[in-house]
């Protein structure tokens, strides 16, 4: 059996450089815990889990199995106007562990479709709450927030929405938090910038607060190069988002489930969204699914009407597919079991030194880190930007690592099994690649 398919031109692959990419692939053929396996046979270590996905490590058996007994049970049920147990009880199990407060979550497929659910839930909560005319969305510079039109027009990545047209009209952006020069090198949070929030409030005198529905945020952005956000920040907006009755949502499709060092980043930060998105680590990255999770208040301005009528007129074929379903509980039960939501706060000071040693290696102009959440900056090639992060992303392949980049920005996730010897694996091969790169 051929291992490597002979012909690469029908998939048009997602955010690729296709014909890089075609005229020397980067094939992976197979995956067992912190290492995946290249079509040429050799082992790669993952320091990214997959895209920040595979928190539980590749391959694990007790999720492998519950996904083989869930596709020869059943197979696909409806969840409109039906149900099937498993659903529920995976919707039980993540309220559980969102913040207090946090009741109900709706399924979707992927954090793209997260957000676009979150979006609307926000606009038609106020719709239901007596003020029809908040309809604002107000997101970020640099946020990504998945690739939906909603998404990308809150997003703050010039890139992914050039080519688009005018996108949703009703939108603002804050300004981003990324200050290299007050606060590169910041080991975990920055100091500096907390007054950056503040833009919030002239945000909300220039289009009146009656009309803004919320302000969408990854409490901490991930693709965009992992922009941490400064002491003070977070409390910040969710003071301004109260003074003013708009609804904070966080993203945390790349924070949630313990990237951070608790199942949440609204945890880990003790600063409280209205709702979070999340999709990735809620399976550890084997079956597509995505969720939305809301406070009672949301969920229950929604529970007025005559009780026969649809309520949110919104959800997804698979919104709560048997097979993610099933996913998702033996992932949350292996992260339970292995105490993974917390592993990254206890690494966190080890993963802090081995990544902070490479300050002074050629060209790094800053690095950042929090949990197992990792950055490496690159001064850009002068005459090319991001090409000199992108050789490094080569030669570390090469060399055996995966590793994610940005711009000239390396980013770095492993899963949360990685002990402290592949800690140090990570950060031996990068230092090879970074003392090579030209
Ligand atoms: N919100 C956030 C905060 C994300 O990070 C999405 C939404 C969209 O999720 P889906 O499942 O629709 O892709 C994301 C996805 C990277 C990288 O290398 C990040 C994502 C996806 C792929 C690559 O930084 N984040």
Redesign the pocket.
């Known amino acids: 059996m051929t291992k490597a398919p002979n012909d690469l031109s029908a998939f048009w692959m997602p955010?690729t450089a296709n014909r890089q990419f075609k005229s020397a692939p980067r094939m992976l053929v197979d995956a067992e815990g912190m290492y995946y396996t290249a079509a040429d046979g050799r082992r790669i270590l993952d320091a990214?889990a997959g895209?920040?996905c595979v928190n539980a490590g590749h391959k694990r058996r007790k999720i492998v199995s519950a996904i083989k007994e869930a596709a020869e049970g059943l197979d696909y049920a409806p969840t409109f106007q039906m149900g099937h147990p498993k659903a529920f009880e995976l919707a039980s199990r993540v309220a559980e562990l969102l913040p207090e407060g946090f009741s109900q979550v709706f399924f979707t497929n992927?954090?793209?479709?997260?957000?676009e659910t979150a979006l609307k839930i926000a606009i038609a909560w106020h719709r239901a709450n007596g003020e029809p005319g908040r309809y604002r969305l107000i997101g970020r510079e640099k946020?990504?927030?998945?690739?939906?039109f909603g998404?990308i027009s809150v997003g703050g990545l010039g890139a992914n929405r050039k080519a688009f047209g005018p996108l949703l009209t009703g939108v603002d952006h804050l300004p981003h938090t990324l200050d290299l020069a007050r606060n590169a090198f910041s080991r975990g949070l920055p100091q500096h910038g907390a007054e950056l929030a503040d833009a919030l409030e002239d945000i909300v005198t220039l289009h009146d607060p009656s009309t803004i529905a919320a302000l969408i945020v990854?409490p901490m952005?991930?693709?965009a190069g992992v922009i941490l956000p400064p002491v003070g920040y977070l409390e910040r907006l969710r003071e301004i988002c109260d003074k003013y009755g708009i609804l904070l949502i966080f993203?945390?499709?790349?924070?949630g489930f313990g990237r951070l060092g608790a199942p949440f980043a609204a945890q880990r930060f003790a600063v409280t969204p209205d709702i979070i998105?999340m999709?990735?680590g809620l399976t550890s990255g084997t079956v597509?699914m995505?969720a939305v999770g809301v406070k009672s208040f949301i969920h229950d301005a929604f529970m007025n009407g005559p009780e026969h009528m649809i309520e949110l007129f919104h959800g997804y074929t698979y919104s709560g597919h048997p097979l993610a379903a099933a996913a998702g509980l033996a992932t949350l039960d292996v992260y339970r079991d292995e105490e993974l939501l917390t592993r990254a706060a206890r690494l966190e000071k080890t993963w802090e030194e081995a990544i902070h040693a490479l300050r002074g290696l050629p060209h790094v102009i800053d690095i950042r880190n929090i949990g197992l959440v990792g950055a490496i900056e690159l001064e850009p090639m002068a005459d090319a930007p991001t090409k000199r992060a992108f050789s490094a992303f080569l030669k570390a392949f090469e060399e055996g690592l995966l590793i994610?980049t940005?711009g000239d920005i390396i980013?770095l996730s492993p899963p949360l099994i990685i002990n402290e010897g592949q800690i140090g694996e990570i950060f031996d091969i990068l230092t090879r690649v970074l003392k090579g790169l030209e």
Do not use: M
Not at 143 to 148: A, D, E, K, L, T
């Open positions: 955010f990214t895209l920040w992927s954090g793209s479709e997260s957000v946020g990504y927030h998945g690739v939906n998404g990854e952005a991930g693709s993203d945390e499709v790349i924070t998105t999709a990735k597509p995505g994610r940005t980013a």
